[in-house]
């Protein structure tokens, strides 16, 4: 068996507390971004290709549990233990809308039309709020059955995906009757749910084992045991042929898509992987931990069976000089230098 290559990654500091969540842009003329939510309650954006630190979101007063962009990445969301959710202008760093919660938010998703913000969290309650009339109280839909944990659109914003703290399973509501349709049965709670860029997949991780799931029948496609606890999985975008997961041993493991087997795993993080993404073309992933750090890990040449490389050449520096371009555009953000 070949010797594994050790990859050496882009170590993002930056926060003061724990990494619980990461978010990747779609790719958007300015190139892509990675957004963080960290127990420092503090929001950052970055250069999701180099890593590089553009702003800090400020005004939370607690803990933030979960970040997203919108599609274009001009408006980012925060979900808070200070009872709020938050949209920003991922520009200037301004708020533009604070939602307060009666209980800690855990959860918050942008639709992919951009016009509405769901929330969930402690209070059990799934809200869907029009960010076309943000003064208008939001739409509640049927109580969830615990905690919420994750959310996420699904269907063109037909169909919302929650999972909970406190029990297994993965809840789909249609959004126009607001009622469970169907649950995807875990043994443990899913502490992360992503749907695959190209809508064919859900792929969750529920601790001893990571599933992928048909989004559109909801059948279980795939169920692999994983050699520790994982809080959190995501699928390579582009050809699916393989995902990453991370979690309790501090490792970020790659495992083959339609073996299960192990193909690398990188050491670096010094406390638990709290949550693993793939950049939208699928180049690198990144991972947040209790050390506080983002890394940002290199794939390698991306190929569909490992025999066709992806001509990305030209396009990457395209998009490098267009993020620069971002930065000189965002100077104006003005909040706290990385230190």
């Not at 914003?157 to 169907?182: A, E, N, P, Y």
């Not at 339609?258 to 793939?278: L, M, Q, S, Y």
């Not at 073309?281 to 506080?292: P, W």
Request: glycine letters at 8%; aromatic letters at 8%.
């Amino acid at each position: 068996m070949d010797k594994k290559k050790v990859v050496v990654p882009l170590v993002c500091h930056g926060h003061s507390r724990p990494v619980v969540d990461l978010f990747y842009s779609p790719v958007t003329p300015d190139g892509f971004f990675l957004i963080s939510a960290s127990k420092d309650s503090s929001p950052m954006l970055r250069n999701g290709e180099t890593g590089d630190w553009i702003g800090t979101f400020e005004g939370h007063k607690g803990a933030v549990w979960s970040v997203c962009l919108d599609t274009n990445a001009l408006r980012a969301a925060s979900a808070s233990a200070d009872f709020s959710a938050k949209v920003w202008d991922a520009l200037t760093g301004d708020v533009l809308h604070s939602f307060e919660h009666k209980h800690i938010v855990r959860a918050c998703a942008f639709s992919e039309d951009t016009h509405l913000l769901l929330t969930g969290g402690v209070e059990k309650v799934l809200r869907i709020y029009d960010l076309n009339r943000p003064d208008v109280p939001p739409r509640e839909v049927d109580k969830s059955p615990g905690s919420v944990r994750t959310v996420t659109w699904m269907h063109s914003d037909q169909t919302i995906l929650s999972s909970c703290t406190d029990m297994g399973g993965v809840r789909l509501w249609d959004v126009r009757s607001g009622k469970i349709v169907q649950t995807l049965e875990t043994k443990s709670s899913v502490t992360s749910a992503e749907v695959s860029q190209d809508g064919r997949y859900i792929t969750t991780a529920d601790g001893s084992t990571v599933k992928f799931w048909d989004a559109n029948h909801y059948g279980l496609v795939k169920t692999y045991n994983m050699p520790c606890t994982v809080e959190s999985a995501s699928l390579e975008p582009k050809y699916g042929n393989k995902f990453v997961a991370g979690g309790e041993d501090m490792w970020v493991r790659v495992f083959d898509f339609h073996t299960g087997d192990e193909i690398a795993c990188n050491k670096g993080h010094h406390g638990p992987v709290h949550c693993v993404r793939f950049s939208p073309g699928g180049e690198s992933y990144a991972s947040g931990s209790e050390d506080g750090t983002i890394r940002i890990w290199m794939t390698g040449p991306l190929t569909h069976d490992d025999t066709e490389p992806i001509a990305a050449n030209g396009s990457v520096r395209k998009v490098k000089v267009a993020a620069e371009d971002v930065s000189r555009k965002i100077e104006g953000f003005h909040i706290a230098e990385e230190s």
